[in-house]
C-alpha cells in the first residue's frame, strides 16, 4: 500500500494564511519538490512521475434488492437506521444531498423529520449523508418511544417522511428558508483561518474544483422543489438496508493478555540526528496581533445595566448578537430545564414551527444558552432585517408559548438520558469525579426527573423570564451603526432598564485534609476512568499566569508533554492521559491541578501510581523545558482573535481588570521564563497538597489493597453520584 500510494503525485498540500503564493513557489518546489519515495520494490516510473495518480477504484457496489433487514441486541435503547445507497461527493449532483438534509433536520428545527421529533411521534429522527468519494450512503437514524412503539412503526414514520420529500409535500416557505440558511451559512464559510482550511480540504477529499464551490450560491440561488424530489425519487426508493438494535450488551470475546515482559527502555532522552537537524532550524519571529480596546470595540450604553460592545464585519452583511444576563444555574439549578422547555414553544401569536420559520426565512437564527454563572441569547441573521429579527426574538422573550405537552418530551429525554448513562463508563467517570470536586453540589445529583415530573409549563417558563431581571452586557459584529443597534436594543428588543445586578457565583471546590480515593464499580466495565484532583492557591498576578501556561505545556500540552511521553508512549499505561493546572480568571476560588488517566482494567493500579507519581512529584526534564516554552510563545504569537471575537474577547479582558491587551507583556514574562520558574510554581502551588483520586471501573478487576494504600477509600454506588 505504502509504495503504491504514498508519492509526492499523491499528495495535496493545502496552505492558509498571510504569505504571498507566487513568492513560496520556488521554496515548496526546493524542499516538498524534491521528494520522492524509493524504497524498496517502488516502482522508480512511478516514483519521479509529476503525473496525478488517479486512485479512484470505480468498482460498483452492489445493490440491495428489497428491503434488507438485520436485527441485533447491542444498545441501551432500542434504535434504527434505515439506510440507501447515494451518490459519491465526486458525482455533480450530491450537492442536493445537502439541502435534502436541511429539509430533513436543520438548526431551526423546522424540517420533516424534526417534525416527528418535536411533535414527540419519535425520540429522536435524524438524515445523515456519508458522501463517500465515489459512493456515498444516505442513513435515517431513528429512536422510537420508550414505550409501546416497536421498529416497524417508527420505520413506517421515516418512510412516510421520505415519501413527502418525493412528492414535494413540503411547504414552499420551508425551501425557500432552507435555501437562506444554506446561503447563510456558505457566506459564512471564508469568514477565519480554520473555515477556509475546512473548505480547501473538502474540495481536495471530494475531488471537487474552487470554479464548482464559487458556483454553489448561483445554484441554491437558482433550486426548485422539482429539483429535490427528482433526486429523492431517485435514491431513495424501495431498495434499502434496515437494521435494528433492541436492548442488549454486545458480547465480547476475552482475549488473553500476551506473556510478555516489558521492554527494557534505553536511551529514552536520546535524540536522531534527524531530530537534532529539526531543532535547529530557525524559527521565525511572529508579530502578535495586538488589540486597541479603544479602536477594535465601540462601547455604547443601552441603558444603565447594559453595554454594548460593537465591532465591524469586514466580509459580509450578517452578523452576530449576543446578549448576555448574569445569571445561571448556580444561583437556579433547573435553569437549564427551564432554557430546553422555553426553546421548544413558540410565541403566544406562533406556534413553535410557524415562529422558527419565520426567523429562517429571514435567515435568521435564535438560540438560548446558559452555563453555572452567565444565560446568553445568540442572534444572527442579516443587518437589513434586525429590527424585525428582534422584534421577532422579543414576542418569544416576553410573550411565549406555553405548549404543555413538551414536558412529556422533556420527561422521555431525561429518562433516556439516564438509561444510556447507566451503561457508559464515561459518563460514570465524569459523575464521580464531579462527586469528588463538588460533593451534593454536583450538577449529577439534582434530582431532574423527579421535579419535572412534578412541575408545570408556568413554573419552567417562569423560572426561564428570571434571566431577563439581571443584568449583563451585549456584543454585536455587523455593518451597522452601534448607536443604531443599541437603539433597536432598546425598542425593539427590550432590555429591562431596572435589571438587578447579578453575582456571577461559582461552584467552590472541596476541601481535603488527607489522599482520598472514591470508587465507583460497575463489572461491565473493561476499562477505568481514572480523574485525578489536587487543590491549589489561587494565580493572582500575570508572572504566576505565565508560569502556569508554561508548566501546563511542559507536563501536558501536546504529544511532547511528560505525562503523554511517560503514560503513552514509554510505558503504555493508558489510551488516554493528560493534565492541566486550571485558574479562575476572577479569583473565587483556588486554582488546582487535575490529570486524567483512561486505560484497561488490569492496568489500573500501575497506571494510577504512575500518574500520582507525576502529578504530586515534579517531573524533572530539563531537556523538555526549552520546547515547552517557545511553544507556549508561538502558540501566544500565532493567536488570532477573529473579527467575530473580538468584542467577547476584550469584554472578558476587561472583566479581568485590563485596560490594554495583555499579549505583549505576557510575551515578554514568558522569554524570561526559566526552568526554575516552573518548578517554583509546583513547589507554591502543588507540592505538598493532598491528592484526590476519582475512579470509575470494575473493582473485581483491581487489586484494591494496593490501590488504595495511604488513600482514604470511599466505595459509592451509580445512586451516590447520579440522580
Known amino acids: 500500500f505504502f509504495n503504491t500510494y504514498y508519492h509526492p503525485t499523491n499528495m495535496t498540500l493545502i496552505l492558509v494564511g498571510d504569505f504571498d503564493a507566487g513568492s513560496i513557489r520556488p521554496l515548496l518546489d526546493k524542499t516538498i519538490g524534491q521528494l520522492h519515495n524509493e524504497g524498496d520494490g517502488v516502482d522508480k516510473t512511478l516514483a519521479y512521475s509529476t503525473k496525478r495518480m488517479n486512485t479512484n477504484l470505480n468498482k460498483e457496489v452492489r445493490p440491495f434488492e428489497g428491503h434488507k433487514i ?23 449532483e450530491e450537492f442536493y444531498f445537502d439541502i435534502i438534509s436541511n429539509l430533513l433536520n436543520n438548526n431551526s428545527e423546522t424540517g420533516l423529520l424534526d417534525k416527528l ?74 469568514e477565519s483561518l480554520n473555515n477556509k482550511f475546512d473548505v480547501l480540504l473538502n474540495m481536495v477529499m471530494s475531488q471537487q474544483t474552487p470554479e464548482a464551490y464559487y458556483e454553489r450560491e448561483k445554484l441554491v440561488r437558482s433550486l426548485t422543489k422539482q429539483n429535490i424530489m427528482d433526486i429523492a425519487q431517485k435514491y431513495f426508493g424501495d431498495n434499502c438496508l434496515i437494521f435494528r438494535s433492541n436492548m442488549g450488551v454486545k458480547t465480547h470475546e476475552k482475549l488473553q493478555k500476551p506473556a510478555w515482559k516489558p521492554i527494557v527502555t534505553k536511551n529514552t532522552d536520546a535524540k536522531s540526528e534527524y531530530a537534532q537537524s529539526i531543532e535547529k532550524m530557525p524559527v521565525g519571529d511572529i508579530k502578535p496581533q495586538n488589540l486597541d480596546f479603544k479602536t477594535s470595540v465601540q462601547e455604547v450604553p443601552v441603558n444603565g445595566n447594559y453595554t454594548l460592545y460593537a465591532s465591524p464585519n469586514p466580509y459580509n452583511d450578517i452578523f452576530s448578537l449576543s446578549i448576555v444576563y448574569n445569571y445561571g444555574k448556580i444561583e437556579e439549578p433547573r435553569l437549564g430545564t427551564a432554557v430546553n422547555y422555553f426553546s421548544m414553544q413558540g410565541t403566544q401569536k406562533l406556534d413553535f414551527n410557524d415562529f422558527q420559520l419565520a426567523l429562517q426565512k429571514l435567515g435568521a437564527s435564535f438560540n438560548v444558552y446558559t452555563s453555572d454563572e452567565r444565560t446568553y441569547v445568540f442572534i444572527s441573521g442579516f443587518d437589513k432585517d434586525m429590527q424585525k429579527i428582534l422584534g421577532l426574538c422579543r414576542e418569544k422573550m416576553t410573550a411565549p408559548e406555553n405548549n404543555e405537552s413538551m414536558i412529556k418530551k422533556l420527561i422521555e429525554g431525561e429518562q433516556s438520558s439516564l438509561k444510556m448513562m447507566k451503561t457508559d463508563a464515561s459518563s460514570w467517570g465524569d459523575a464521580i469525579y464531579n462527586y469528588a470536586l463538588y460533593k451534593d453540589r454536583s450538577s449529577y445529583l439534582y434530582p431532574m426527573l423527579s421535579f419535572l415530573k412534578k412541575t408545570n409549563g408556568k413554573e419552567l417558563l417562569d423560572i426561564f423570564s428570571k434571566i431577563m431581571q439581571y443584568d449583563g452586557y451585549v456584543t454585536y459584529v455587523g455593518k451597522l451603526s452601534p448607536k443604531d443597534v443599541a437603539a433597536m436594543l432598546q425598542k425593539d428588543y427590550g432590555l429591562n432598564p431596572d435589571a438587578k445586578k447579578g453575582t456571577r457565583l461559582i461552584k467552590q471546590i472541596e476541601k481535603y485534609d488527607e489522599p482520598t480515593l ?13 480523574y485525578f484532583n489536587i487543590l491549589g492557591n489561587d494565580l493572582k498576578d500575570e508572572k504566576s499566569l505565565m508560569q502556569c501556561q508554561t508548566f501546563n505545556e511542559y507536563i501536558g500540552g501536546s504529544m511532547a508533554g511528560v505525562i503523554f511521553q511517560e503514560i503513552r508512549e514509554l510505558r503504555s499505561l493508558g489510551y488516554s492521559a493528560y493534565g492541566y493546572y486550571s485558574n479562575d480568571a476572577l479569583h473565587r476560588r483556588p486554582g488546582y491541578m487535575m490529570g486524567y488517566l483512561g486505560t484497561q482494567a488490569d492496568k489500573t493500579v500501575e497506571g494510577t501510581q504512575a500518574m500520582t507519581e507525576l502529578l504530586v512529584k515534579f517531573p524533572e526534564k530539563p531537556d523538555k523545558f526549552d520546547f515547552a516554552k517557545v511553544s507556549v510563545i508561538k502558540k501566544m504569537e500565532a493567536d488570532y482573535v477573529t473579527f467575530r471575537r473580538i468584542p467577547s474577547q476584550i469584554v472578558s479582558w476587561k472583566e479581568r481588570g485590563y485596560i490594554s491587551d495583555p499579549t505583549k507583556e505576557r510575551i515578554e514574562l514568558l522569554e524570561k521564563m526559566q526552568y526554575q520558574d516552573i518548578q517554583d510554581f509546583f513547589k507554591n502551588n502543588i507540592d505538598g497538597h493532598p491528592m484526590v483520586i476519582a475512579i470509575a471501573g470494575d473493582k473485581n478487576r483491581i487489586d484494591m489493597k494496593e490501590l488504595g494504600e495511604g488513600y482514604k477509600v470511599v466505595e459509592l454506588k451509580f445512586k451516590d453520584i447520579v440522580r
Not at 70 to 92: C, E, H, N, Y
Not at 130 to 148: N, Q, R
Not at 518 to 526: D, I, M, P, R, W
Open 518 to 530: 472514591y470508587l465507583v464499580s460497575n463489572k461491565q466495565f473493561l476499562q477505568s476512568n481514572i
Open 70 to 92: 438485520v436485527t441485533v441486541k447491542q444498545t441501551p435503547i432500542k434504535m434504527g437506521i434505515v439506510g440507501f445507497q447515494a451518490l459519491g461527493t465526486m458525482d455533480k
Open 117 to 190: 421529533s418535536h411533535d414527540k411521534q419519535l425520540m429522536i429522527a435524524q438524515a445523515f449523508n456519508y458522501g463517500m468519494l465515489e459512493k456515498g450512503m444516505y442513513a435515517f437514524f431513528y429512536v422510537p418511544k420508550i414505550l409501546g412503539q416497536s421498529h416497524e412503526q417508527a420505520e413506517e414514520l421515516i418512510l412516510a417522511a421520505i415519501d413527502s420529500l418525493k412528492k414535494g409535500h413540503f411547504s414552499d416557505d420551508l425551501f425557500e428558508a432552507v435555501k437562506m440558511d444554506y446561503l447563510r451559512e456558505y457566506l459564512t464559510d471564508m
